[in-house]
């Protein structure tokens, strides 16, 4: 069982940023793919970042939504147990709440189709609002 505790969340201005952490539970979070996922109000789940190997153990590659590439910054610090998104520019059209997701299989090689895609998450944690308004 893992569990993952999001913070960070809450009212910005557009053009503001924010935050986002995750806590982890486990003892092998290195071996985790993990991800941000955010729903809005009448609309799918969209994953809007992931890290994950890609055939190293030690190496993680972020892979990021074509709607918050360049504004957004996902990280990881395995000492910590932890996973941040960091988000700048902020857009109205960013508000939803913000889940944190992880991938458990320990697979050595996650293609950017696995990482994108919410349904390969085996784990999520309670979501935090985001909401950009004036």
């Known amino acids: 069982q893992v569990q993952l505790v999001e913070t960070g969340g809450g009212l910005v201005q557009p053009g503001g940023s924010l935050r986002l952490s995750c806590a982890a539970s486990g003892r092998t979070f290195s071996s985790y793919g993990m991800g941000w996922v955010r729903q809005a109000p009448g609309k799918e789940r969209e994953c809007v970042a992931g890290?994950?190997?890609?055939?190293?153990?030690?190496?993680?590659?972020?892979i990021y939504a074509d709607s918050v590439k360049g504004r957004s910054t996902i990280s990881r610090d395995n000492a910590k147990n932890t996973l941040y998104l960091q988000m700048n520019s902020l857009k109205a059209e960013d508000t939803a709440v913000y889940f944190c997701?992880?991938?458990?299989?320990?697979?050595?090689?996650?293609?950017?189709?696995?990482?994108?895609?919410?349904?390969?998450?085996?784990?999520w944690g309670q979501g935090t609002q985001v909401t950009v308004s004036s």
């Open positions: 890290i994950s190997r890609r055939g190293s153990s030690s190496v993680y590659y972020p």
């Open positions: 997701a992880a991938d458990v299989k320990g697979r050595i090689y996650i293609s950017r189709a696995q990482a994108m895609a919410p349904a390969e998450y085996d784990y």
